[in-house]
């Protein structure tokens, strides 16, 4: 850092702590004469630094006060990570001199940033209270960006140093090293990239050192953002090197394909606020919040539990020995983010922990939430998870077998390894500055009553020993079948039940695909009519042609827009699904990365049972009651499904239905019976 650099990162600072100064005050601060002062200040100004803002009547002596902009919070951010360099090595070198070993605070690899220990606060994005109501007033000027809830994830864990040593979204350079290396190009370990995607409409009418406004889906102002890299990445190559195979079965994956902005955007980000939750605040804490209370506490040691799930008794049994083993305090830390599809909602589990927190030492015990978008990358994830919880104050993690793994792939195999993601932690864990504690697989010994780690019993061949499946459980649960004590507590059986009353309770979504002409319609009227017959749950039928009049009347069919209006029928669905009813849906939807986006937004709340009507597009045309085969023959209707454009057969329906060689009329009761049977046969609907 130069002298000029350096007198303008106290000038930046002091302008961040008192804006309202008086310039002779801040000379004096800052350790220049006043004319100095005025120089460096003009100076300032003209790099648009820093801006005047008006003062109300009350101080009469002084009409203005100073504040940063955001390319001023983002040159101090940047000024305060090198003098921190410059004063550790000085202190490093001095440390030397006097005791002829190194302090330790420089870590290794020729990095300049401080490998902070768990106690000391570590940067934030954020600017100064009087600064933000500036920038929030000039950034409604900005070109805007509405973030998605996995960016707004990702934001608030920059913003708060969840996510530190970034200081925004990733440039380009930073990308391609994280994907190839797990490292920032400084060198610094960081295996998951964070990326602002946009579309390409929204990424063309930007440039390069434009500032945007980043805002929440209300509209909410969070933060702003300096553009200095936009490129259209490799997602192909992302996947493989992120994830490990370029598989829509896994959820990153599809989501990176069929989700994603075709465009990335990466710059520093200058935080004005956090985003709003309204729910469970007192156990929201930011890294800083949270290393504050150990040092309230005087925790030295504190062991971090990754959670998406319940917990019951087993892992109860494995955090009390992680803690043991570690000699620390236990920090329960779930992800109240964005989790796997058909994970169990974060408000149930929420409710969930806190009915068996006090089975915990509360001397020795907290609870946290995190508010994080999992990508489920296995190895990688597991590494990144270790070092937000190192930014959190954690001395230790507990990783599991096949930790943050997806399930299987599209050949019906595991992703990952069962200890891929150990190894790799186990490897960086020095680097990390965080210990791992080995996930150990509790089990119930009946004769002994309690639960032990698999791999240390001896006797196995001489007990019984039980378990219970993630899958076994939700059974019973649908089902209603007994969960005993040994497995869970009470209180959080409860709270399942209430959340999953048994599946003829549930709500749930039939969804029929299939050319136009096939029946669908039909069937899904005679199939509405029936379930009001047997009545208990109300059902709604969002027919196709009834939707695009009514819901998606400005639509035409695009591409973009059929698959907006199949997205616009799978949220009314998910909605009705979610509050007990059932839902029938009967639109084409040819295209199958929509149908399985459809699916996962209902199976968050309920069945989906997918329902192919297989009727040829030879018989559709055959039939073609409202003569549209006949107009997309002659090219007066485009992209036309089974004509002009392609229809993907489903691959694993719930059930197939056949009408190739059938009079839908005549027969629409034995179709519509077919349904009814495979419902029964899931527990939807209850045997009469």
């Known amino acids: 850092m130069t002298n000029e650099e350096e007198a303008l990162f106290r000038l930046l600072r002091q302008v961040n702590l008192t804006p309202r100064a008086s310039q ?27 801006q005047t803002s008006d003062l109300d009547g009350s101080d009469r002596r002084k009409r203005v006060a100073y504040v940063l902009t955001h390319r001023g919070a983002t040159e101090q951010a940047r000024l305060t990570d090198h003098f921190l360099a410059r004063k550790f090595a000085e202190y490093d070198a001095l440390h030397a001199e006097l005791t002829g070993t190194s302090s330790g605070y420089v870590p290794p690899n020729n990095r300049t940033t401080l490998m902070q220990n768990n106690l000391a606060p570590i940067p934030e994005l954020y600017v100064s209270y ?78 390069i050192g434009q500032d945007i406004a980043l805002r ?94 319940p917990l019951h008794r087993a892992h109860q049994e494995l955090t009390f020995r992680a803690a043991r083993e570690a000699q620390a305090n236990l920090l329960i830390h779930p992800v109240v983010g964005l989790t796997k599809p058909g994970d169990v909602d974060h408000f149930t589990r929420v409710r ?59 050949a019906g195999e595991d992703f990952y390894g069962p200890y891929d993601a150990q190894d790799l932690f186990r490897e960086h864990q020095e680097e990390m500055g965080i210990e791992m504690v080995d996930f150990k697989h509790m089990v119930w010994v009946d004769e002994r009553a309690q639960y032990e780690a698999i791999d240390e019993i001896e006797d196995k061949d001489k007990v019984t020993i039980l378990n219970i499946s993630g899958t076994e459980l939700r059974r019973r649960l649908a089902e209603g079948l007994e969960i005993p004590e040994w497995f869970s507590f009470p209180e959080v059986v ?15 979504t039939v969804f029929f695909t299939g050319f136009s002409g096939s029946g669908k319609s039909t069937i899904a009227n005679a199939l509405m009519v029936k379930l009001m017959e047997m009545g208990g749950r109300p059902v709604t039928l969002l027919d ?24 616009r029928i799978g949220y009314v669905a998910s909605e009705i699904t979610k509050n007990g009813g059932i839902a ?16 996962e937004d209902i199976e968050s709340f309920g ?69 009814l049977l495979k419902l029964e046969s899931m527990g939807l609907i209850a045997a009469e």
């Open 24 to 50: 002779r005050d801040m000379a004096q601060a800052v350790g220049v004469s006043l004319g100095r002062f005025n120089g460096l200040l003009k100076s300032a100004m003209t790099s648009g630094f820093i």
């Open 607 to 675: 069945a989906f049972v997918e329902v192919h009507v297989a009727t040829s597009i030879e018989e559709c045309e055959r039939r073609d009651r409202k003569g549209l085969y006949k107009l997309a023959r002659e090219g007066k209707i485009k992209e036309f499904t089974g004509i002009s454009d392609p229809y993907d057969v489903p691959v694993d329906p719930e059930l197939r239905v056949e009408t190739e060689n059938v009079d839908v009329d005549v027969d629409v009761d034995n179709c519509a019976h077919q349904v």
């Open 544 to 567: 196709g042609d009834i939707v695009r009049k009514n819901l998606s009347s400005e639509l035409g069919f695009s591409k973009e827009h059929r698959d907006l209006n199949i997205r």
């Open 494 to 508: 409860k709270e399942l039940r209430r959340t999953k009353p048994p599946r003829s309770k549930q709500g749930f």
């Open 130 to 207: 009087d600064s933000a109501q500036k920038l929030k007033v000039e950034a409604g000027d900005l070109t805007s960006h509405d973030l998605t809830p996995r960016q707004i994830c990702d934001l608030e864990l920059l913003m708060n140093g969840g996510f530190n040593p970034l200081k925004g979204f990733l440039s380009e350079a930073d990308y391609d090293s994280v994907v190839d290396t797990m490292r920032l190009t400084t060198g610094e370990l960081w295996p998951m990239p964070i990326t602002l995607d946009v579309s390409e409409d929204f990424a063309s009418g930007l440039e």
């Open 352 to 410: 969930c922990y806190e009915a068996v927190l006090d089975k915990y030492p509360a001397s020795t015990t907290s609870m946290s939430l995190l508010n994080l978008a999992m990508r489920m990358a296995g190895p990688r994830e597991a590494v990144w998870h270790g070092l937000i919880r190192k930014n959190h104050g954690c001395t230790h993690f507990i990783v599991g077998r096949d930790h943050a793994g997806p399930g299987s792939n599209s």
């Open 216 to 309: 929440d889906q209300e509209g909410v102002i969070l933060a702003t953002m300096t553009i200095t890299d936009r490129w259209e990445p490799n997602k192909a190559k992302e996947a493989e090197k992120v994830f490990g195979a370029d598989d829509d079965a896994h959820p990153a994956v599809n989501y990176l394909h069929n989700q994603a902005g075709k465009i990335y955007l990466g710059g520093p980000v200058t935080g004005i606020q956090q985003p709003v939750h309204y729910d469970f605040r007192a156990r929201r804490d930011t890294p800083n919040e949270l290393r504050a209370y150990f040092r309230k506490m005087g925790w030295r040691k504190v062991v971090a539990f990754q959670t998406r799930n």
């Open 584 to 599: 029938i849906c009967a639109p084409i939807a040819p295209y199958a990365t929509t149908r399985r986006a459809v699916r």
